[in-house]
């Protein structure tokens, strides 16, 4: 089966280091996406990783680790503006990319 | 603006009725996803073509179909609407059908069945 978990929720403060886990489980897996989505707007590419490790691109990184099935997604300096869900797709054997749920980040000044 | 055009914005119809999608992919990309996205449901992908071809199909119902076009843009036909159709419907587009590229999002199209 496919299966990708995120917490539902999270606040953090303004300036603040908040860090979104993802787990899954999928038939065969082709890399990790992260994307942003501000409330009734389309989804915005974040990061990708296929390899084992950490990419960093500005305030934002992305985690991966292909053993353990776990990937997070890391924002530093927090803005009000990143307040979005952020999701976790995984690129599956079948060529399909299979969305979690998403966390709810708020961000409080 | 991630380059691609989905029209029309926003749809209201009643049950039974058929409605058409459209997307135009950013220019150069190949392929193009649907998908469907409800409250209760995230982000599900109905299909996937590239370059004119079916390549990949997800939870898509028999009432749906699709196609791409030989300028590449997509089609999304949606027919005997229920209640539940009801969602926020995106377009999506890569360089090439592969998924080591990043998708880019259309602004979708959202459906409201009365």
């Known amino acids: 089966g496919q299966n990708i978990d995120q917490p539902t929720e999270m606040t953090a403060t303004e300036g603040a280091i908040v860090q979104i886990n993802c787990t899954y489980q999928?038939?065969?897996?082709?890399?990790l996406f992260w994307y942003q989505q501000h409330a009734g707007e389309a989804p915005t590419f974040l990061s990708y990783n296929v390899l084992d490790g950490l990419e960093e691109k500005g305030r934002f990184s992305s985690f991966l680790s292909r053993s353990k099935g776990y990937s997070y997604l890391l924002l530093k300096e927090l803005q009000m503006k990143d307040s979005a869900s952020y999701l976790c797709?995984?690129?599956?054997?079948?060529?399909?990319?299979?969305f979690g749920q998403g966390t709810e980040l708020s961000v409080k000044p | 603006d991630s380059g691609v055009t989905q029209t029309p914005k926003h749809l209201i119809t009643a049950t039974g009725q058929r409605v058409t999608l459209r997307c135009s992919p950013r220019?150069?990309?190949?392929?193009v996803y649907w998908y469907q996205q409800s409250l209760d449901q995230g982000l599900q992908f109905l299909i996937q073509?590239?370059?004119?071809?079916?390549?990949a199909k997800g939870n898509i119902l028999e009432r749906f179909s699709a196609q791409q076009f030989p300028d590449l843009h997509s089609e999304l036909n949606l027919s005997s609407l229920e209640l539940g159709d009801s969602a926020l419907y995106f377009c999506?587009?890569?360089?090439?059908?592969?998924?080591?590229?990043?998708?880019?999002f259309g602004d979708g199209t959202r459906l409201s069945i009365l």
């Open positions: 220019s150069g990309d190949l392929s």
């Open positions: 999928t038939s065969g897996f082709n890399g």
């Open positions: 797709a995984v690129h599956n054997q079948g060529g399909k990319l299979i």
């Open positions: 999506a587009s890569s360089v090439d059908g592969g998924g080591n590229q990043p998708q880019h």
């Open positions: 073509y590239y370059n004119g071809e079916e390549r």
